[in-house]
């Protein structure tokens, strides 16, 4: 069965996270991704340690299942390249500052003309509208000014960030989302057309019932740590060794959990009867579940509390999740070849379709320069042209390449 975006080509114009992160997704699928870099240093993400070997591992995490071509998009002969590639392409995805592409020749409407079926995905920081549209885009200034970092955190602490960056992720989630229901509609119109996102239309998109209460009730939410806003219990408990989730979130389970903790007697006490009531109690209702679930290491009562109808699970830091038996058997981590390091370990593509299996990680994040040669011998150059705009410092060609 081919994969799901086979024979789909993509000009990826994009650096640091979120428009790679969305191109890694559709080479995920299938798609041929050409990720075009400068040919001094290439994509910034590479010099952002930690390093495995002399490679960032930040632009490792982002960059499997592509090819790498190094341009020197300063020069004319490097831009009238990338248009070339762009015009041949079905998607073109960028993430420049609003205006950037369109002083380079790059931008949708004058590629457009050429070629109609074209789509063009662009990710800006806060869109091209607005008092803010010219402003370039940062993940902790969207995820501050999203609102989210507002409802983040310890109730007596500082707004907090997200421990990833939530606002490059999720718009390169949807602009990866969005490339791909163009290109279902295009197989009905034979049109092309634009798709755009923005780091904090991303995160926006995303503050789900928080949002909504605001929108519908005037209700400011507040930070409360490891708690869910409207259902309790449902948040952070202390077992033996470290925390514990529990999240009982109908009214059977919560009597289930007392059952199972040897607290029956809570059921019908006034104070905890319903979950309005026992949201209001919540500091009271810590601390008699805190005095029982110390008694067990977190496995054991997720185990226990799992098994009997109860959601639950340890919180694990990064050690304990790569060496948990369920991550290995479940395949989140993949094994591939790099030309520089060897076999590596990867992050798997958490979607698992019939035609991908199991095996999302077909290539590994390419040296820069890596496949110059190839793709653009794909596009008509002869070896002499490549000789030529190698000695010119137009294009770099990786020699570890294989």
Not at 59 to 85: C, D, H, M, T
Not at 282 to 306: G, H, P, V, Y
Not at 318 to 347: M, N, R, S, W, Y
């Amino acid at each position: 069965m081919p994969l799901p975006l086979e024979g789909i080509r993509i000009l990826d114009l994009t650096r640091a996270l979120a428009g790679p992160f969305c191109t890694m997704i559709l080479g995920d699928l299938g798609a041929t991704v050409i990720k075009t870099e400068p040919t001094k240093g290439g994509d910034m993400s590479r010099s952002w340690g930690p390093y495995h070997d002399g490679i960032g591992v930040f632009y490792l995490s982002i960059n499997r299942n592509k090819q790498s071509l190094a341009v020197n998009f300063r020069e004319p002969r490097g831009l009238e390249l990338l248009q070339q590639l762009a015009r041949d392409a079905d998607v073109v995805v960028e993430n420049f500052k609003p205006g950037t592409t369109k002083t380079i020749g790059l931008d949708y409407d004058t590629l457009v003309k050429d070629a109609p079926r074209l789509i063009y995905t662009s990710i800006t920081g806060f869109g091209t509208d607005g008092p803010y549209g010219q402003w370039p885009g940062y993940d902790q200034i969207a995820q501050g000014m999203s609102g989210m970092m507002s409802i983040t955190g310890q109730a007596d602490g500082l707004p907090t960030r997200l421990g990833v960056p939530l606002a490059d992720l999720v718009s390169g989630i949807w602009s990866a989302l969005g490339t791909i229901t163009a290109l279902h509609q295009r197989e009905r119109t034979g049109s092309g057309q634009k798709v755009e996102t923005s780091l904090l239309a991303g995160v926006v998109g995303m503050l789900c019932v928080q949002g909504q209460r605001y929108l519908s009730l005037g209700e400011l939410p507040q930070r409360i740590g490891n708690e869910h806003p409207v259902i309790y219990p449902y948040g952070a408990f202390e077992a033996a060794d470290g925390i514990i989730n529990i999240a009982a979130a109908t009214q059977s389970q919560w009597e289930n959990l007392c059952h199972l903790l040897d607290l029956d007697h809570l059921v019908q006490q006034s104070e905890f009867i319903d979950n309005e009531a026992r949201s209001s109690n919540r500091e009271q209702l810590r601390k008699i579940f805190n005095s029982r679930l110390c008694s067990r290491s977190a496995i054991e009562w997720t185990t226990i509390l799992m098994e009997n109808g109860v959601p639950a699970g340890p919180v694990f830091d990064l050690q304990q999740l790569f060496e948990d038996p369920h991550v290995a058997a479940t395949g989140l981590i993949e094994l591939v070849d790099h030309p520089q390091l060897g076999e590596i370990k990867q992050l798997s593509n958490p979607l698992r379709l019939e035609s991908i299996g199991s095996k999302t990680v077909r290539s590994a994040p390419p040296l820069l320069g890596q496949h110059t040669d190839g793709i653009l011998k794909e596009l008509g150059l002869k070896s002499q042209a490549l000789v030529k705009l190698k000695k010119d410092g137009i294009i770099f060609q990786s020699t570890e390449s294989t």
